[in-house]
């Protein structure tokens, strides 16, 4: 039973201006990176330069999107917009930039087959920024070709926010502290997941955020329930799993939460092996990259 995460990407990038507080002063230009919903018209976004920013501006961007600014902490700013639910989802479609990530954004600016490329071709649901890319693998004959072989598939949703990606800095990971991030799972995902399980088939979840979904909605017994909650499980070495036994994930950056998950789920000498073998192979790493399949060890 495969686990896809349908979670869509938003153009969750754009550029705004904070107009001079003072006559003939100059204006700030900044770029805000959307990354998390509070409400119909609040979001938390990531600014740089957050510093020239402060609760009580009232920003712009492109038409007819305008923000206030409500909060600030560090590069975070939470902003308030003129335009809520659907309507404001709509002008973030029209003048937002899909969010690549910086090892891409600094080489060319994102363009409109970014737009198809950073998708899966099963998302559904609006809100992240990021694209669970171990389904960028997964083509519409594939998964065709799946389904005649017999392997089920269920659908969940978490959307991506910063946390999967910020490096650990800690030097003990107890003391990491993850972004939440929203996550879903229906009851009837969870009937068919257990079905599966109690059928003797192995769960296999196409990506960390399908594991890390998975894992918050299972019970110390590994019964999996509904869920539709924030999560923010840090997943290291040492953790116990619960749900899944397979796991499709890309290759990913050293000293990040998603090595950490792998290493968890495989062992870390396992899995130093296996970066040995694909930089000797010269695999292809990151969102664009290749694929593994890791199988928990019994």
């Given amino acids: 039973m495969l686990a896809f995460n349908d979670s869509r990407v938003i153009p969750a990038r754009l550029n705004g ?12 230009a900044f770029e805000a990176t959307l990354h998390r919903r509070l409400g119909e018209n609040r979001f938390k976004a990531f600014v740089q330069p ?7 501006d ?17 590069a975070e700013i939470e902003f308030v917009f003129n335009l809520s639910g659907e309507a404001l989802d709509q002008a973030i479609a029209r003048v937002g930039a899909m969010p690549l990530p910086p090892y891409i954004a600094k080489k060319r600016p994102p363009d409109l087959q970014d737009r198809a490329d950073y998708q899966t071709v099963y998302a559904r649901h609006d809100g992240s ?36 990606f910020l490096p650990v800095e800690a030097q003990d990971t107890a003391d990491h502290v993850m972004h939440p991030e929203t996550a879903m799972l229906d009851s009837n995902a969870a009937a068919l997941l257990n079905a599966a399980h109690d059928a003797g088939s192995r769960i296999a979840a196409v990506g960390t955020t399908a594991l890390r979904t998975l894992e918050s909605a299972t019970d110390e017994c590994g019964r999996i329930h509904a869920f539709d909650a924030d999560t923010s499980i840090f997943i290291a070495p040492g953790y116990r799993f619960r749900a899944v036994d397979l ?20 062992g870390l000498e396992t899995m130093q092996h296996a970066y040995a073998e694909a ?20």
């Fill in 50 to 56: 957050a510093r020239r920013l402060r609760p009580g």
């Fill in 129 to 164: 920024i990021a694209a669970p890319t171990a389904g960028l693998h997964f083509t519409p004959e594939l998964l065709n070709r799946l389904t005649e072989a017999g392997i089920g598939r269920a659908d969940l949703t978490l959307h991506v926010g910063a946390g999967t």
């Fill in 247 to 266: 796991l499709v994930t890309n290759f990913h950056l050293p000293r990040s939460t998603l090595f950490m998950l792998a290493s968890a789920f495989m």
């Fill in 279 to 298: 930089i000797g192979e010269k695999y292809r790493f990151y969102s664009y990259g290749d694929a593994c399949l890791l199988i928990r060890p019994a």
């Fill in 17 to 28: 201006i904070r107009p001079a507080r003072l006559p003939g002063g100059p204006g700030v």
């Fill in 58 to 74: 009232v920003v712009s961007f492109a038409a007819p999107l305008s923000a206030s600014v409500t909060a600030r902490q560090d």
